[in-house]
């Protein structure tokens, strides 16, 4: 099925950062005995830049490589028609995000972005109480601190949008909402950064395809290589005293991917969950939303 497997734990820190909550990477070849050591990079630049070494050192090795990522690739439906202030609409809709989030969102080599900046434009554009989160100094006006289902600002509408993907919400456990940037939980942050550093690597790597936002259900054999979200504690258990969280998830993942049989792999590229859906919210998943890789 896949001839390598790199897993990456994402972090959206605002100066470089090693060790607990900071970007690690493992990646192993199938059928290997034993796994490398995970890499700790510091920023999200030096992140891009490595994956695409290791991709670039497996496709001209003839590999096919399974690069997963642990943030959302899409949001709850409806999202993208919103982000219509922006950018005339391009379909699919997830394309629509991931152009407007790399358009908007800067990001510099020692890791300082201006997530919140975008946020803020978003909510302001929108009209819309979408983002919440930031720390309490900053300054942005329509982004609040604290959840603004608890008080929508003035003049601004409450989100109309679900606070989870259909992904999350099959899953049913507990897991954050896209639409909170800090605080306990949060996600949100992750996944715009993630988003800028997916379409950062794709010029970089053009052999690169989301599944199952491009590649549709199960694995097209024209692909070299496939990026999907991928959620560890779906894989792995880390153990508490054995080292770094976040290390033992990319480890652990990586070990349980590489060792898993092409059944296996049919059966997560094909989610049943996914083909029992009826028309219209299977389109939400494959054009809109994705899906979390390992909800089967």
């Not at 790399?102 to 972005?113: C, E, K, Y």
């Not at 975008?118 to 720390?135: H, M, S, Y």
Request: proline content about 8%; some cysteine; aromatic content about 8%.
């Amino acid at each position: 099925m896949f001839d390598q497997v790199v897993i990456c734990d994402w972090s959206a820190a605002a100066t470089p950062k090693l060790g607990s909550d900071s970007i690690w990477i493992a990646s192993a070849l199938r059928g290997a005995r034993s796994l490398p050591a995970a890499v700790n990079l510091p920023t999200r630049a030096a992140a891009v830049e490595y994956l695409a070494a290791v991709i670039d050192a497996a496709v001209a090795a003839g590999r096919r490589v399974f690069l997963g990522v642990d943030f959302s690739l899409g949001y709850p439906a409806g999202y993208a028609a919103l982000l219509a202030p922006f950018n005339p609409p391009v379909a699919p809709p997830w394309r629509q995000v991931h152009v407007v989030t790399a358009g908007l969102l800067r990001d510099g080599p020692r890791n300082a972005n201006n997530r919140f900046e975008v946020a803020d434009a978003i909510n302001t554009a929108t009209q819309t109480a979408l983002f919440w989160g930031r720390p309490r100094s900053n300054g942005h006006e329509h982004l609040h601190a604290l959840n603004p289902t608890k008080a929508v600002p003035q003049g601004f509408s409450p989100n109309p949008l679900e606070p989870f993907r259909l992904t999350e919400r099959t899953l049913g456990r507990p897991i954050g909402t896209n639409w909170q940037l800090l605080g306990v939980g949060s996600v949100g942050s992750q996944v715009l950064t993630g988003i800028w550093a997916i379409e950062q690597l794709r010029k970089l790597v053009p052999e690169l395809a989301l599944w199952p936002l491009e590649t549709g259900l199960g694995c097209p054999d024209a692909r070299r290589v496939v990026l999907a979200e991928t959620w560890p504690p779906l894989f792995c258990k880390p153990v508490r005293g054995l080292g770094i969280r976040d290390e033992q998830q990319v480890l652990g993942t990586a070990h349980v991917l590489t060792a898993a049989s092409v059944q296996q792999w049919r059966d997560w590229l094909a989610p049943e969950r996914i083909a029992a859906l009826d028309l219209g919210l299977r389109q939400t998943v494959l054009c809109e939303e994705g899906w979390m890789f390992g909800v089967a």
